[in-house]
């Protein structure tokens, strides 16, 4: 069984890479870049969260450096995007919005479980997946010399950390990890996609900008 | 006495993770950033700066990362910040500068320490306290899309620097440690104090934009 | 031969880093940025690049952290440059750009050297020799709150990228080192030259703003 949930899981993850990557260089054609700033994005958006955080938790060289296969799909989307922008532009939002919710729970979950198997306390280890999950937009965002959007909009990041924190406190509570990895995933996915549905947002202090 | 100190130092240094915290939060608040952007920023400024020394001289995984109470602290912070925000912009301005330039002074020092520490040579060190004391900062521009406040204006990370490298300087001179420490946090501190006091600025180049 | 070539190398590589710390402070200087800032933007278009590359293939503590001669040219640069401002931008601008293309061709082709010497895939490899050559400049555009020239605009990090593609196809097709590193400097700086003198740039997509 092993080797194959972990085929599985590579699948999932190359999946996921090859799905942020695309959505990074659709925001960096909308802004107008060329297209090395569109790969650029496709690599950031894609990797650079779990490419972070490996580097936080000593994983070092980080995986997308050391397996030439994250890089590859991160360029195909970048690439395939170019290429089929307007198709790909015409894949209804909802579509994406489903598909970036599955991989961003699957970004949290797996971030968090590498940080755990790393030794790393569960506090941070939260932190990590949801770094990983969050990184590659926030660099997107700083890039693009705008403020990052996970930083004042949406309940994004949040889901993220709360699917993370649900797979850890399942571990912790004797919860076999398969099943401790679902719960957490289905919790980071079901929190984004009611948030978008009911247009949840996070309180700000009254009286701010 | 070695472990009386090494306690001495601890409450300090939790002491000034508190504070940057409170300030990245009361900032945060300030740019209109909900309750998920006010944690990070208290995250980012409180422990930024010493997370980049630690993957710069090697100590891999970070403090902030290895020691679950530095993120627990600036989240504290933050979290104190969010509920308690009237109190908290109502302490007086000249209160909130003292304990920051202390704890900018303990950060620069403790910086440079460790990198010394860590095998690292006198200019690199010297850089590493600096970049302990204002990192955090200059992430919390480049995340509020602004330039850092550190490169144009005000003499802050140039007191961050003077105390690291006074506190070099002394120890290279044969001054025993705890006194290095002592001169090279006084050095920042009253230079910082006194800039503020007297506004001064450093120099730019005359026709400059 | 050895320690001569070693010595040789070293001395490009320091006169790469003058120049880069040179630009790095004369844009600083545009920008209004005080003496501390002009500093840093020496330090970083000149040396965050390799320092980067250095966290990512596991080359820790960094080279310009570990030898004090990088930063210290590199402050060297922003000093000069400050003092003698009005001569430095008095330089013709073919100088400036020849004399770049230069240490960007010399930046990319042994920043993927070294990464093939940490053991890195040739793809990784390649990105690790880009990201030497235009890392710094890329930092100087996020401090200065400027999307990155480098995603927008120019031929400038497609030639290091071609550049370092060069050199490492060449030494897979089983060219000596000295050979493969001189086609692979040659064709970033060929293609940088032309490309400036042709006002080449990449293709983007058609109707983006």
Same mark, same amino acid.
């Given at each position: 069984?092993?080797?194959?949930?972990?085929?599985?899981?590579?699948?999932?993850?190359?999946?996921?890479?090859?799905?942020?990557?695309? #959505?990074? =260089?659709?925001?960096?054609?909308?802004?107008?870049?060329?297209? &090395?700033?569109?790969?650029?994005?496709?690599?950031?958006?894609?990797?650079?969260?779990?490419?972070?955080?490996?580097?936080?938790?000593?994983?070092?060289?980080?995986? =997308?450096?050391?397996?030439?296969?994250?890089?590859?799909?991160?360029?195909?989307?970048?690439?395939?995007? &170019?290429?089929?922008?307007?198709?790909?532009? +015409?894949?209804?939002?909802?579509? &994406?919005?489903?598909?970036?919710? =599955?991989?961003?729970?699957?970004?949290?979950?797996?971030?968090? #479980?590498?940080?755990?198997? &790393?030794?790393?306390?569960?506090?941070?280890?939260?932190?990590?997946?949801?770094?990983?999950?969050?990184?590659?937009?926030?660099?997107?965002?700083?890039?693009?010399?705008?403020?990052?959007?996970?930083?004042?909009?949406?309940?994004?990041?949040?889901?993220?950390?709360?699917?993370?924190? +649900?797979?850890?406190?399942?571990?912790?509570?004797?919860?076999?990890?398969?099943?401790?990895?679902?719960?957490?995933?289905?919790?980071?996915? +079901?929190?984004?996609?009611?948030?978008?549905?009911?247009?949840? +947002?996070?309180?700000?202090?009254?009286? =701010?900008?």
């Amino acid at each position: 069984m092993k080797p194959k949930s972990a085929g599985i899981i590579f699948a999932l993850d190359i999946a996921g890479t090859f799905l942020f990557a695309v #959505e990074g =260089a659709v925001v960096a054609a909308d802004a107008g870049l060329d297209a &090395f700033g569109i790969l650029v994005l496709s690599f950031s958006v894609a990797l650079i969260g779990g490419l972070v955080r490996d580097l936080l938790i000593g994983a070092v060289p980080p995986q =997308a450096i050391k397996d030439w296969r994250y890089p590859a799909v991160a360029f195909l989307g970048g690439i395939v995007t &170019f290429f089929l922008h307007r198709y790909v532009v +015409a894949i209804p939002r909802p579509v &994406f919005i489903t598909l970036d919710a =599955a991989a961003l729970s699957l970004f949290a979950v797996a971030g968090s #479980e590498k940080a755990l198997d &790393f030794g790393i306390n569960p506090l941070a280890a939260a932190l990590m997946g949801t770094l990983t999950g969050v990184g590659g937009g926030t660099l997107r965002d700083i890039l693009l010399a705008r403020v990052p959007v996970i930083l004042r909009a949406d309940v994004y990041a949040t889901a993220a950390l709360a699917g993370a924190v +649900a797979m850890i406190a399942a571990r912790k509570l004797g919860v076999p990890p398969v099943l401790a990895a679902l719960a957490g995933g289905l919790t980071c996915f +079901a929190l984004r996609i009611v948030a978008v549905w009911q247009h949840w +947002a996070l309180p700000r202090l009254p009286g =701010a900008a």
